[in-house]
Nanobody, 115 residues
Framework: QVRLVESGGGLVQPGGSLRLSCVVSGVNSKIYSMAWYRQAPGKQRELVASITSGGDTNYADSVQGRFTISRDNAKNSVWLQMNSMKPEDTAVYYC?????????WGQGTQVTVSS
């Protein structure tokens, strides 16, 4: 059974930083793509950042230059370093993994940016 477990969410002031972590268990081969998505109240889920097993990254325009995605293939882990955070970054953040032609999601972690 594939499981994605996220951690690191919480409350942060505008301009502050948070680091999200996600560990994938139950896989027995390389995960092709990992990513972070987010969903704010009343809005659709959107891609924040993605990274392939080879290290190619992609970012939403709204987070480019502020967020950094990274991964460790050996540990089946992905991280999202979020800097210079803004109130509009407030959302539930979901970890995503594409493995063996299937999509897998974490349970989500709340991130709130507020003074």
């Amino acid at each position: 059974q594939v499981r994605l477990v996220e951690s690191g969410g919480g409350l942060v002031q505008p301009g502050g930083s948070l680091r999200l972590s996600c560990v994938v268990s139950g896989v027995n081969s390389k995960i092709y793509s990992m990513a972070w998505y987010r969903q704010a109240p009343g809005k659709q889920r959107e891609l924040v950042a993605s990274i392939t097993s080879g290290g190619d990254t992609n970012y939403a325009d709204s987070v480019q230059g502020r967020f950094t995605i990274s991964r460790d293939n050996a540990k089946n882990s992905v991280w999202l370093q979020m800097n210079s955070m803004k109130p509009e970054d407030t959302a539930v953040y979901y970890c995503y993994a594409r493995w063996s032609a299937f999509d897998y999601w974490g349970q989500g972690t709340q991130v709130t940016v507020s003074s």
